[in-house]
């Protein structure tokens, strides 16, 4: 099974900050890698697939780059709805799994 | 516009059985896998199974297999989750989303709940 880390936990900025997140794998996962955002209350929603492309509606302040083990996503502007817990998903081999999410919190 | 909407959840005891049903529409359902994925309370997410466009192909998380069933009837645009012998550690919000080994988990519904307590 492939473990996917995400890091930090937590990160606290203030709106307008940048936000760099980062995802890495056990093993390589090639650019088989989506990063979700999961406001409270709410299901999750595709931000980004295959490491980089943008999925349907998603602003440009967000982008994916990265392969092989290691990803990161990056908000370049943190809006106030941006607020919210984000996880990173690999597809390259069954089982599919999530990394345990970081939470950008206002601060 | 894509939807996604899945029923069938409630309280059920140790040892009980539920069956979840998702219904999609906005989207070529056939052309999809779809999969289920979980998430237990206060948690994150957890991948619990995936079927193939034809349905053909089904995998599971270790937690699940052999008590899980997936299916799904493209003729309806339904997906459904057979849940057998279910234990507390199962308790979690259900989300169907299409999406699976070949894509991105792309449209999620809402969930539904499951609980299991006694």
């Known amino acids: 099974e492939i473990v996917l880390t995400q890091s930090p936990a937590t990160l606290s900025l203030s709106p307008g900050e940048r936000a760099t997140l980062s995802c890495r794998a056990s093993?390589?996962?090639?650019?088989?890698l989506a990063w979700y955002q999961q406001r409270p209350g709410q299901a999750p929603r595709l931000l980004i697939s295959d490491a980089s492309n943008r999925a349907s509606g998603i602003p440009t302040r967000f982008s994916g780059r990265g392969s092989g083990t290691d990803f990161t996503l990056t908000i370049s502007s943190l809006e106030p709805e941006d607020f919210a817990v984000y996880y990173c998903?690999?597809?390259?081999?069954?089982?599919?799994?999530f990394g345990g999410g970081t939470k950008v919190e206002i601060k | 516009e894509v939807q996604v909407l899945e029923s069938g959840g409630g309280l059920v005891q140790p040892g009980g059985s539920l069956r979840l049903s998702c219904t999609a529409s906005g989207f070529t359902f056939s052309n999809y896998a779809m999969s289920w994925v979980r998430q237990a309370p206060g948690k994150g997410l957890q991948w619990v199974s995936s079927i193939s466009k034809s349905g053909g192909n089904t995998y599971f998380a270790d937690s699940v297999k052999g008590r899980f069933t997936i299916s799904r009837h493209n003729s309806n645009n339904a997906l459904y989750l057979e849940m057998n012998n279910l234990r507390v550690d199962d308790t979690a919000v259900y989300y169907c989303?299409?999406?699976?080994?070949?894509?991105?988990?792309?449209?999620w519904g809402q969930g539904t709940l499951v609980t299991v307590s006694s």
């Open positions: 998903q690999q597809r390259n081999s069954w089982p599919l799994t």
């Open positions: 093993q390589s996962v090639g650019s088989y």
């Open positions: 989303t299409n999406g699976g080994g070949g894509q991105a988990l792309d449209n």
